[in-house]
């Protein structure tokens, strides 16, 4: 049977609206720009350089060993949710219970399931922009819509209004989705602003969503300021993470999503009709990850923030460069004067200078105009990355 336009849109049509609907990623649109390409530089996805430490990948080869390759428990493996509950322990200073902790097969998976927690069809998610464009799509996705705010750029660093913010909750809110330090701005919110948001989200009865997955990358020392600081355990606050960053393991796809335990029922049955847990393995690599793993972190953050300095320096010398120093995560978002199109810059620079940028307006209004590089790499890479980006504008 010969398949003909008419019968393809006939397929579209028939599928749910917010699926068919769903945007394309604008990082990917570059991505797919330079498939192939024999050399080029890729600094345009969130994750650093280095492979999975050993100890990590050994705790997983020790569990397959082990026969360990059957259904597991949906909330999580009791050794993992009790590792989570010692590392927040160590990092937020108070005690935590395991039972508020459950393990997801990705941080984009809690992230779907916070969201589908507290937010459904015709509600509103209030999103502060620039952000991860799977944000605001995992809540169209959901059948709800994405409240856009955006942030305010200077020299001095992004910043989040918070008059603005709070104008654009209105009657069909359901939630603020916060990321601090923020992907892609570097964005880290203040523990006043942090109080702030918390205390208004509870006079109005509001879910926050807390994205802290960059918290341990946070250059004043430290980890940065957390909604653990000035929420009680039982409020309406649900926090996305993931073993991606810290630990080097964006490829396992582990994650995990902490919430007053009352709703463990429901998150496990979300957990259920998703993936049916996380294998027992990676949990196993994961917990070896958060008791074993504080000397690679560090190492991790350390190496960003050489990285960050290497590419600050690099784009201020040329001159003709907007940003901001990072205070938090791995990113740096800049600007070039005279060049206000950043996707089609983004796809130049694949093109005449052999890099590898995500282009800022895939992170959603307020990013126009601007570039994201990733600079959890090596110093000889980043160094040759700016060599080529310097390159490139003096023969612009």
């Given at each position: 049977m010969t398949i003909t336009e008419d019968t393809e849109a006939a397929l579209l049509a028939a599928l749910r609206p917010e699926a068919r609907n769903s945007p394309d990623s604008g990082i990917y649109a570059v991505i797919r720009?330079?498939?192939?390409?024999?050399?080029?530089?890729r600094l345009w996805v969130g994750?650093?350089?280095?492979?999975t430490p050993g100890f990590i990948a050994d705790a997983a080869a020790g569990s397959l060993r082990a026969g360990e390759t059957f259904y597991t428990q949906q909330r999580g493996i009791p050794e993992l949710r009790e590792a989570l509950a010692r590392y927040h322990e160590l990092h937020y200073g108070r005690?935590?219970?395991p039972e508020r902790f459950f393990v997801t097969a990705s941080g984009m998976l809690a992230v779907q399931i916070a969201v589908r927690l507290v937010a459904g069809d015709g509600d509103e998610v209030v999103v502060p922009t620039p952000t991860w464009p799977n944000i605001a799509a995992a809540i169209g996705i959901g059948g709800a819509v994405p409240v856009h705010v955006p942030m305010d750029f200077s020299p001095d660093g992004w910043r989040l209004d918070l008059d603005r913010l709070f104008d654009a909750v209105g009657p069909k809110t359901r939630a603020l989705f916060i990321n601090t330090p923020a992907n892609p701005t570097a964005w880290v919110a203040s523990h006043d602003e942090i109080a702030a948001i918390a205390a208004f989200a509870e006079e109005r009865g509001l879910w926050i969503i807390a994205d802290e997955v960059y918290h341990r990358f946070f250059y004043a020392g430290g980890r940065a300021p957390s909604f653990y600081d000035h929420v009680a355990d039982d409020s309406r606050v649900l926090f996305v993470n993931t073993f991606s960053k810290n630990w080097a393991m964006t490829g396992w796809r582990v994650g995990w999503l902490s919430a007053p335990p009352i709703l463990g029922d429901t998150i496990e049955n979300l957990n259920q009709y998703s993936t049916t847990g996380v294998a027992v393995f990676m949990q196993r690599a994961a917990v070896a990850a958060l008791d074993d793993g504080e000397d690679f972190v560090a190492g991790q953050v350390a190496r960003a923030q050489a990285g960050r300095d290497t590419v600050v320096s690099a784009l201020q010398a040329t001159g003709r460069a907007r940003l901001a120093v990072p205070d938090g995560a791995f990113y740096l978002m800049f600007g070039i004067d005279g060049e206000d199109d950043a996707h089609d810059l983004a796809l130049r620079l694949v093109d005449e200078a052999g890099l590898g940028l995500a282009p800022g307006p895939a992170f959603g209004p307020g990013g126009e105009g601007f570039l994201r590089i990733c600079y959890l790499r090596s110093t000889a890479e980043?160094?040759?990355?700016?060599?080529r980006l310097t390159g490139w504008l003096e023969r612009s």
């Open positions: 720009r330079g498939l192939g390409r024999q050399g080029l530089i994750e650093g350089d280095q492979p005690p935590f219970r980043l160094s040759s990355a700016m060599e």
